[in-house]
Structure formats: structure tokens, C-alpha cells
């Protein structure tokens, strides 16, 4: 474990010695302070969340391979990566430990919306539980946009490569959510159970299900498990 917090350690510090952590956060406030405060403005002022969380799903599908694709593809271009995988680490502790160091930019990009919760509150007594369900539910579905990302940052040396393939997955992943009304009863449940959204919308009322987490928590271990396997593939080309 200590290999894996060194890495995560070492690429969470590369996010801020850049500039890509502080354009994420600056851009992603930007987008979703304007969006939330137009709807709070257009709607009904109520003491809910619902505003950020209707939007966040959507600007994370977006950026969370944005996010991630310099993970491995950058150090593929510069060659950084034999001499990193030269060192004694093993293939699963160099892939958690970017991902958890992309876990670690979203929670702190997170914790900057917290403000919004205490305007929220402002308009009457905000229900803590589905607040408290709805930033678990975004930082599991963050995590799983960003699994998907690290995933395809493996497959390939070009960042925006490996952008565009990791937004293809995760738009998908986001868009069976939408499918449901549309689709046939017959494939409605398996929809259903592939799309991120209705798993975080069940999250963001405040009920924890244990099947929304295995959804997540399965979908990451499967994506961080594929992204082993081609790393280790690597080492025999």
C-alpha cells in the first residue's frame, strides 16, 4: 500500500505543478455554478441539490476522460513510463495509485461546491441525507468515468486519442439512463442496470443500496483490472 500512496502522492502533486488541475476546477465551477444559480434563478428556489446534481453527471462524463488521459498516454510519448515501470512496483500498485490520485482531484474539485450547500439552505431546512447521498453518489460515479478513462489512457500514447475513446464509453454509460423510456420493456432492466445515471439518482435520494455500489465499485475493479492487463502486457512487446 505505502507503493500505491507514493504514486498517488507523486501524480496528484503533478496535477497542481500543471496547470490542468487548476483549469478542471476553475472551468468545472464556472459551468456548474452558472448552470446551478440559472435554474435556482429560472425555478422555484427550493432547499434541495437537485440543480448541481442534475448537472454534474453530464460535466463529469465529459471531463473525467479529460482528466485522465495523460495518465499513461503522455508518459508513453515521453518514455517516462519504461523508467517508471523499471522501478520495483507492480502493475496493479502503478495503475490504483493514478487513479486514486484522479479520485483525489475530483474530491477537492467537490469540496469547492460545498458553498453551495449553505445557499441552498438559505431558502428553508435542506434535508442532510439526500445531500450527503448525492456527493457519494457523484464522487462514485466520478470514479467510475475516471476508471474508464485511465482505461483507455493505457491503450495508447495519444492524449486526445485516448480523450475521445474514454468519452465514447462514458457517454454511452451515461446515455442508457436516457434510454430507458424509449426502449423496449424487454431490455428496460438491462438498461437499466448498465446506466449510470439511475444508479446515482437512487444513490442522491439518500438510500444507500448495496446493489447501486457494486454497480460502482465492479465497474471500476473491472476497468482498473483491464488497465493492469494491458500495462503488463506492455512489458512482453
Given at each position: 500500500m505505502r507503493n500505491t500512496m507514493t504514486i498517488a502522492r507523486r501524480e496528484f502533486a503533478a496535477y497542481f505543478n500543471s496547470p490542468i488541475a487548476y483549469i478542471f476546477i476553475v472551468v468545472f465551477l464556472l459551468i456548474s455554478g452558472y448552470m446551478f444559480f440559472t435554474e435556482i434563478t429560472i425555478g422555484s428556489p427550493q432547499a434541495d441539490m437537485r440543480p448541481l446534481f442534475g448537472l454534474a453527471p453530464l460535466i463529469f462524463c465529459i471531463f473525467g476522460p479529460l482528466v485522465t488521459m495523460g495518465l499513461f498516454a503522455e508518459e508513453k510519448a515521453t518514455g517516462t513510463l519504461e523508467m517508471l515501470l523499471a522501478l520495483p512496483l507492480t502493475d496493479w500498485?502503478?495503475?490504483?495509485?493514478?487513479?486514486?490520485?484522479?479520485?483525489?482531484?475530483?474530491?477537492?474539485?467537490?469540496?469547492?461546491?460545498?458553498?453551495?450547500?449553505?445557499?441552498?439552505?438559505?431558502?428553508?431546512?435542506?434535508?442532510?441525507?439526500?445531500?450527503?447521498?448525492?456527493?457519494?453518489?457523484?464522487?462514485?460515479?466520478?470514479?467510475?468515468?475516471?476508471?474508464?478513462?485511465?482505461?483507455?489512457?493505457?491503450?495508447?500514447?495519444?492524449?486526445?486519442?485516448?480523450?475521445?475513446?474514454?468519452?465514447?464509453?462514458?457517454?454511452?454509460?451515461?446515455?442508457?439512463?436516457?434510454?430507458?423510456?424509449?426502449v423496449p420493456p424487454s431490455l428496460a432492466p438491462i438498461i437499466q442496470a448498465l446506466s449510470f445515471d439511475y444508479h446515482f439518482q437512487s444513490i442522491a435520494k439518500g438510500?444507500?443500496?448495496?446493489?447501486?455500489?457494486?454497480?460502482?465499485?465492479?465497474?471500476?475493479?473491472?476497468?482498473l483490472l483491464i488497465a493492469q492487463t494491458s500495462l503488463e502486457s506492455r512489458r512482453w512487446r
Amino acid at each position: 500500500m505505502r507503493n500505491t500512496m507514493t504514486i498517488a502522492r507523486r501524480e496528484f502533486a503533478a496535477y497542481f505543478n500543471s496547470p490542468i488541475a487548476y483549469i478542471f476546477i476553475v472551468v468545472f465551477l464556472l459551468i456548474s455554478g452558472y448552470m446551478f444559480f440559472t435554474e435556482i434563478t429560472i425555478g422555484s428556489p427550493q432547499a434541495d441539490m437537485r440543480p448541481l446534481f442534475g448537472l454534474a453527471p453530464l460535466i463529469f462524463c465529459i471531463f473525467g476522460p479529460l482528466v485522465t488521459m495523460g495518465l499513461f498516454a503522455e508518459e508513453k510519448a515521453t518514455g517516462t513510463l519504461e523508467m517508471l515501470l523499471a522501478l520495483p512496483l507492480t502493475d496493479w500498485q502503478v495503475v490504483f495509485g493514478k487513479f486514486l490520485a484522479a479520485v483525489g482531484l475530483i474530491a477537492v474539485t467537490l469540496a469547492f461546491t460545498l458553498p453551495y450547500v449553505f445557499f441552498v439552505s438559505a431558502y428553508g431546512n435542506l434535508d442532510k441525507g439526500p445531500v450527503i447521498g448525492g456527493y457519494l453518489g457523484l464522487l462514485l460515479m466520478a470514479a467510475g468515468y475516471l476508471s474508464v478513462g485511465l482505461m483507455t489512457s493505457v491503450w495508447t500514447k495519444n492524449q486526445v486519442v485516448s480523450a475521445v475513446i474514454g468519452f465514447l464509453f462514458c457517454f454511452a454509460l451515461f446515455l442508457f439512463g436516457k434510454l430507458l423510456q424509449v426502449v423496449p420493456p424487454s431490455l428496460a432492466p438491462i438498461i437499466q442496470a448498465l446506466s449510470f445515471d439511475y444508479h446515482f439518482q437512487s444513490i442522491a435520494k439518500g438510500v444507500i443500496d448495496t446493489r447501486d455500489l457494486l454497480y460502482y465499485f465492479s465497474l471500476i475493479g473491472i476497468c482498473l483490472l483491464i488497465a493492469q492487463t494491458s500495462l503488463e502486457s506492455r512489458r512482453w512487446r
